[in-house]
C-alpha cells in the first residue's frame, strides 16, 4: 500500500494552478456578490410597495411589436407578453426580440378562437401548437397561458395545466382594444395594486404611448413591473435574469 508516495515532478504546480484558479473564480463571485447587493437593496426601496403584471397580448405583430418593445425597454419594463401562435409563426424575429427584451412569453392559443367552444382535442391543439412553436424560438416552454377574450372553463383550464401553463386572467382591463386614447389607457392602468394584472395589446399606437405616464405612476406609488407567478397568478419580484443569448 502505498500513501506517501511523492507527487512526480512533472506534476507538482499542478495544485497551485487550481489553487490560483480557484482564487480567481472565488474573486470573481465576490465582486459579482458585491455590485448586486446595492442593487438590490436599491430595488427594495423602489419597489417597496410592491410588483404589478403588466401585460399585452394578441402580439407579435409586423406593425407594433419592435416598438411596443423600445418603449417598455426605454421605461424599465419587463412585461408578458401573451403571444398568439399564428402570429409568431409568420413573425419568428419578433418572438426572438421579445425575449431579448427581457419579456416573459406566454400562450395565447394559437388562432385566437373562443376555445370553450371547441372540443376538447381543438382546445388541445390549440394550446399545445402554439407551445411548441413558442419553445422551439425562445428555448423555453411558456409557463403561463391566457385564454381569448378571457372565455374559459374547467375543461379549458385543465389542458392547461396539463400542458405545463397555469391560466392567468387579469385584475385591469384598459380596454386599450376599443379605440381609447393614451392618456384614457393610462386612467384605467394606474387603478391596478400591488400583486394585480393589467390587460393590454400589442396592436395599438396609443397602449404604446400610454407606457411612459403609466410607468411614472407605478414609479410615485413604489410599484414595479413584475413577473407573474404561475403558483398563484399574482405579479412578484423577477426571479429570472434577463436572458441576453438566445439558446
Ligand atoms: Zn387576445
Known amino acids: ?36 447587493a446595492p442593487a438590490r437593496a436599491a430595488d427594495d426601496r423602489k419597489c ?3 410588483y404589478v403584471g403588466l401585460t399585452f397580448d394578441d402580439g407579435p405583430t409586423p406593425e407594433h411589436t419592435a416598438r411596443l ?24 424575429e419578433l418572438v426572438v426580440a421579445e425575449k431579448e427584451a427581457g419579456m416573459w412569453i406566454a400562450n395565447h392559443s394559437w388562432s385566437h378562437p373562443q376555445l370553450t367552444k371547441l372540443p ?8 399545445a401548437r402554439t407551445q411548441v412553436l413558442l419553445e422551439e424560438i425562445t428555448g ?43 392618456e384614457e389607457i393610462v386612467e384605467e392602468a394606474v387603478t391596478v395594486q400591488s400583486g394585480e394584472i393589467v390587460l393590454m395589446h400589442d396592436g395599438y399606437d396609443a397602449t404604446i ?6 410607468m411614472e405612476n407605478l414609479r410615485s406609488r413604489a410599484l414595479c413591473p413584475g413577473m407573474i407567478s404561475p403558483a398563484t397568478g399574482k405579479a412578484v419580484e423577477p426571479t429570472d435574469e434577463v436572458a441576453t443569448v438566445i439558446p
Open 69 to 92: 418593445l423600445s418603449a417598455l425597454r426605454e421605461n424599465g419594463v419587463r412585461a408578458t407578453l401573451f403571444n398568439i401562435g399564428e402570429k409568431a409563426e409568420k413573425n419568428e
Open 209 to 214: 404611448e400610454a407606457i411612459p405616464a403609466i
Open 140 to 182: 423555453t416552454a411558456p409557463v403561463l397561458f391566457r385564454p381569448p377574450y378571457g372565455n374559459t372553463n374547467d375543461t379549458v383550464k385543465e389542458i392547461a395545466r396539463g400542458l405545463g401553463m397555469a391560466e392567468i386572467l387579469w385584475d385591469v382591463d384598459t380596454r386599450d382594444w376599443s379605440g381609447k386614447s393614451a
Open 120 to 127: 376538447d382535442d381543438g382546445i388541445k391543439s390549440e394550446l
Open 1 to 36: 500500500m502505498i500513501t506517501h508516495a511523492p507527487a512526480p515532478r512533472g506534476h507538482a504546480p499542478l495544485p497551485h494552478i487550481l489553487l490560483l484558479a480557484l482564487t480567481a473564480v472565488l474573486a470573481a463571485g465576490l465582486a459579482v456578490a458585491a455590485a448586486a
Open 48 to 50: 417597496r410597495a410592491g
